[in-house]
């Protein structure tokens, strides 16, 4: 029984001290939306006007197809496009390699080879690696070549 209470009595005191340690800081509201509104002003951000393609049905005589996706940076800070790849060796994006500004356009070009390729539905997708939040972002195209 003594050893009891003596396990809580030290246990008690051990608890105290640990909250004794603890400190809190308060942080005024104009110190929260200062570091909001910092935060937000510099972000890039990228809106595309579509994140899918179809191609439609088309022909294996004429297995090369191209589309364009057009973005624009929506944020406040310069837009940079770090890296653009696709699932597949058969479709091969091109996308802007400078900066765009806030508030400018720009396009990723997407060209799809089915040549030597089997026929029917296929859909493939195109991931973008940029400076926005999320970092990701992942457009499809897909199509039918008979």
């Not at 400190?23 to 937000?40: G, H, I, L, R």
């Not at 859909?123 to 499809?140: F, M, P, S, W």
Request: hydrophobic residues 40%; glycine residues 6%; positive net charge.
């Amino acid at each position: 029984m003594t050893r009891k209470i003596l396990f809580f009595c030290l246990l008690f005191f051990a608890a105290h001290s640990l909250q004794a340690q603890v400190q809190t800081q308060k942080v005024s509201e104009s110190d929260v939306k200062a570091v909001a509104t910092t935060k937000a002003e510099k972000y890039a951000e990228i809106t595309f006007d579509t994140l899918s393609y179809n191609f439609g049905t088309f022909s294996k005589n004429e297995p090369i197809r191209t589309c364009s996706f057009a973005f624009k940076n929506t944020g406040t800070a310069p837009l940079v496009i770090e890296q653009v790849y696709a699932s597949c060796g058969c479709t091969v994006p091109e996308w802007p390699k400078q900066p765009i500004k806030p508030g400018e356009s720009a396009a990723i070009d997407v060209r799809y080879d089915g040549t030597d390729k089997a026929l029917g539905h296929f859909q493939k997708t195109i991931t973008v690696r940029a400076n926005v939040e999320g970092k990701l972002v992942r457009l499809t195209i897909e199509g039918v070549m008979e």
